[in-house]
Structures are given as structure tokens and as C-alpha cells.
């Protein structure tokens, strides 16, 4: 009863974060700019669970999560573009269209790929993410809607902030839950002693395959918010750098810290705004000399994280299975 009690409180506040949140957007109390730098935030924290998942808390070193990010946004918005339509129920298809092909793909990439370990899958999910950005770019060779290296456009913008809060906190239980049960803990045996885990009964690969999965699926679904966000998608946008983005998130909020990512991806983003718009057109480069400076300092003197073992209560306190 204490659970379906918590469920019910976390259901409750999160309709009604979505629906304040909303309403703050319509009657325009909050400066438009603002807006969409916080929805930006809400799916990079999407995305960065999901490599959590995947790098937190099973120790699978990926370097790849932009390509999944970036096939849930093109899938999502071709479902959306050539069905012609604006329907929330159809957006509600498409990001689950995202979803399905980022796991999809990642099943099929995790079959070969997730014998390698260490910096060798690192290499592995690297090529995989520069193969994807190609294909990006010459899409419209297979599928004229895609735009190509000129970008797809004309896209419907149906990410309403009442739809970025609910995903992200459907995401957050969905994660929750998953880390704080049984599964979740077979997980983390993996990450700290694969040899271990497999010699206690744990079938290593397939639970490595699925948190690999599990992980991309929810790149898939933020890349689909992004893509209705903007309403407008190019291949850059899914380069290796945009993994490296989610990956410092990651690593700056604590590596299996589900708190630590929360604050983190908003903080990265604030950050990449506040640099964008504090420094002169001319030395706009310049932040990529500050950030990695930032980074080394956090690993001197915070190496485990921001949070380190550090969870709020409402990712401390999840569902056991």
C-alpha cells in the first residue's frame, strides 16, 4: 500500500508540474528563450539516464549515444512529416516509432559489439556513431523527406513543455525502477566484476544487451522531443561531440547517480548557454578550451561526481522487484 500510495503522489505531482508548467508557456509569464533552454534540458536528461543505464551502472563504455539520439529524432519526425498529420495521439506514435527503432538498432549493434570491453566497445560504438552521421547526411539519397546534408524540415513543433515534463518524469520512474530492483542489481555486479556476476548464475551478455537496449531506447525517445522541438533536424546535431555532451553529464554528475545526472544535464546546458552568450562572437571556439578545463578540475577534486553516492529520495526510494 506504501508504494501504490508513492506512486500515486508521484503521478499526482507530476500532472501537476506538466499542467503548471504549461500554463506558465501559454499565458507567456516565462520569457519564451528561458522555456526552451529548460525543455532542452528536461531531454538531455533523458538522454543521459539512458547512458547512465549504460555506462553507470553496467559499465558498458559507449561513445556512440548520439546516433541512437539521432535515429529517434529522424524516425519520429518521418512518422510525423509523411503521415501529414498533427495529432497529439500521432506524436504519441512517433516518439514510440523513435523508440522502437533506437532499441531495434541497438539489438542488432549489441549482438557483435557488446563482446568487446573497455576502450575496444568505446572504439566500437565510436565508428557506429560516425557510420550514422554519414548515413545522416546522405539519407535523402533513400528517402528524399529526410533532407540530407541540408536538413529536414518543415517539421511539426508538438514538444509543448506539458509534453517534455510528463516524458521526463515517466523516464525518471521508468529508470528508477529499474536500477532499484533485482535487474538493476545484476547490473552493477556486471560493472563491478563481470567474472564475479557470471560465476554467481548471472547470465552476463543478455543482461548487458538489455541495459544496452534499455539505454539507447531512451536516446531514441529524446531524440524524438528534440526533433518537435526545433522542427527542424540536421546531421550535425548528432555528431560525436553531441556524445561527448551526454557522456560529461554522465561522468560530472557521478556515474550511477541518477540525482547527479538530473542536475547535471541542466547545469551543462546552462553552461553551453551562458558561455555562448558571454563570449564574444570571435572566440565563440573558446569554450571548448574552458569546458575541458572544467572537467579536469571536477576529476582533481570531485572525482566521484558532483552527488557521488548521494541520491534524493525520490530516486533512493525505488521499486524492489
Known sequence: ???????????????????????????GFVNPYWVQIFQLGCIMTISALGLNIIYGFTGLFSLGHAA???????????VMKSSGGESHLLFLAALAAGVACSALVACLVGLPVLRLTSDYLGI???????????LFDNADGVLPILGGARGMTG???????????AVLGIAMIF???????SY?????SIREDEIAARAIGIATFRYKLAGFVIGCGLAGLAGGLYAHLYAFLHPSNFDFFKSVDVLVIVVLGGLGNLSGTLAASFGWILLLEVLRVALPPG?????????PVLLIVTMLLRPQGLFGSREIRF????LDS
Do not use: P
Open 1 to 27: 500500500m506504501r508504494k501504490i500510495t508513492d506512486m500515486a503522489k508521484t503521478a499526482a505531482c507530476l500532472a501537476a508540474a506538466a499542467v503548471t508548467g504549461q500554463l506558465l508557456d501559454s499565458f
Open 68 to 78: 541512437f539520439y539521432g535515429i529517434g529524432a529522424y524516425t519520429a519526425a518521418y
Open 124 to 134: 566500437a560504438t565510436l565508428g557506429f556513431g560516425i557510420i550514422m552521421k554519414v
Open 155 to 165: 517539421l511539426a513543433k508538438m514538444t509543448t513543455v506539458a509534453w517534455t515534463i
Open 175 to 181: 529508470v528508477r525502477n529499474i536500477v532499484r530492483s
Open 184 to 188: 538493476g542489481r545484476a547490473l552493477v
Open 283 to 291: 572566440y565563440m571556439e573558446l569554450r571548448w578550451v574552458l569546458i
Open 315 to 318: 530516486f533512493r526510494d525505488g
